[in-house]
């Protein structure tokens, strides 16, 4: 946290107010104020997230911006008052003045706009112990004063993304406190080297199907003289762009190897089993053996500097007969197409089996894709079913077919007519020839 005490300036006690815009931040512990007329004590709050950290000293009579700390003067003969929070881009601090001044920091000098001035700082502009900041405040007459602000820092809880440029599901949570000072994070104790450091690794939790990981960590942090504060660290992490074209997720085979191919973003490095796959203008394709019968299951890793890896595990099945495997898909028989049509979306998930003819095939990049007229259908309907395949077919226009598999919702598609239309759809399993 931070603590000011002023050498210049007599100081006045400001309460501190968490931004609107910046609802998951972490307080941190108080520190006193040091001067001759005061003792109080004001709250203050660690750098969160993993954005670098800014510091803005800012001329200002205390009006609002989510983000920011102020330091607020009266004309002539300015008295401090300060509150420090921690925004989108780190810390902030922001003194006051009257208008027509101009402030001057850093060998910066900036003139006072509705009542503030902002100056950014290095990331390292304040280090955990006491601080000093000098200013000169120009008032419009030309009169100069000189002041001097210490800023006393009794913890400092970070994010550290290091791992994943060195292509690692994992993050680093960096402590550094007062010597002396007791930390725990998410309720487990933390112990601190004698300079009042400490750094905890973290895995993140991988999903496949998110663009985006919210990591967060709650932590309780004990000063050796001050009360101990409470907080959270939450930051939104970027995953790795990553596209699988084929196969499917589940893939039932009797061939001897399976195409892997998809696509990925610029920079990107993909693995299978961490052996390195080449990338040419995004995509990739690896022809995966399947030795001998059994199961396979293949990690796709999509990796890119300062995002969280993807990663995809394929589950690959090597039969030595189609229809002998088929035999054991448990279907849900009860699940006819009239009631499935009635509302895909419900049944998602649930096993299926329907034969019919074929009416549209279409093969690219290695998937299929089917429209079939099912066999089971009121005379004088048509019962069109929309059938995904994560494999090539030989399947051709007319051929009857006996699909099962999964309901995976419904397709829209334009028909001859040009109308939109949906239809039940199915991510196949097994597509074996049917008799007519």
């Keep these: ?68 700390a102020y330091f607020a003067f009266r004309p002539v003969s300015p008295d401090v008052r300060v509150r ?21 920091f850093g060998g910066q000098e900036k003139p006072v706009a509705a009542g503030r001035a902002s100056f950014g700082l290095a990331q390292d502009s ?91 960590v709650r932590y309780r942090v004990q000063p050796p003289s001050s009360e101990a504060s409470v907080g959270e660290l939450r930051t939104t992490i970027a995953v790795t762009g990553l596209q699988i074209d084929r196969p499917g997720a589940l893939v039932v085979t009797d061939h001897d190897a399976i195409e892997i191919a998809g696509a990925v973003g610029k920079d990107t490095q993909v693995s299978i089993d961490g052996a390195a796959i080449e990338v040419n203008g995004g995509r990739f394709l690896h022809r995966f053996p399947l030795p001998a019968v059994g199961e396979y299951q293949p990690v796709v890793t999509a990796a890119s500097e300062g995002k969280a890896p993807h990663v995809v595990r394929l589950v690959l099945r090597r039969v030595a007969d189609l229809n002998e495997a088929a035999a054991g898909f448990d279907a849900d028989r009860s699940l006819t197409y009239a009631k499935l049509v009635q509302n895909p979306a419900i049944y998602r998930g649930q096993r299926v ?34 059938v995904s395949y994560g494999a090539a077919t030989d399947l051709t226009i007319d051929s009857w077919v006996r699909v099962l598999g999964t309901v995976d919702g419904e397709q829209q598609f334009r028909a001859e007519d040009e109308q939109v239309k949906s239809v039940p759809k199915l991510e196949a399993l097994f597509l074996l020839p049917a008799k007519p």
């Design 1 to 68: 946290m931070l603590g000011l005490e002023s050498d210049a300036l007599p100081v006045e006690s400001s309460n501190y107010e968490a931004p609107a815009a910046t609802p998951a931040r972490a307080p941190a512990s108080a520190s006193a104020w040091e001067d001759s007329r005061d003792n109080e004590t004001i709250p203050a709050l660690p750098r969160t997230g993993i954005a670098p950290a800014r510091i803005a000293i800012v001329v200002a009579v205390l009006l609002g911006a989510a983000g920011l």
């Design 126 to 216: 304040l280090s955990v112990g006491k601080n000093a900041v000098l200013y000169d405040l120009v008032q419009p007459t030309g009169e100069i004063a000189s002041g001097r602000v210490a800023l006393s820092v009794d913890y400092r809880v970070t994010l550290d993304t290091a791992p994943l440029r060195a292509g690692k599901a994992a993050v680093d949570v960096v402590v550094a406190a007062l010597p002396g000072s007791k930390v725990w994070l998410d309720g487990q104790p933390v112990v601190l080297d004698a300079q009042g450091r400490a750094l905890r690794s973290e895995p993140l939790k991988l999903d496949s199907a998110t663009d985006r990981i919210e990591h967060v």
């Design 84 to 104: 420090v929070v921690a925004g989108p881009e780190g810390e902030s601090m922001l003194p006051g003045a009257s208008a027509g001044a101009k402030i001057r």
């Design 353 to 386: 089996a329907f034969e019919g003819r074929v009416y549209n095939v279409n093969v690219e990049g290695g998937r299929s894709a089917l429209q079939v007229l099912v066999r089971e259908c009121p005379k004088g309907q048509r019962c069109p079913l929309w």
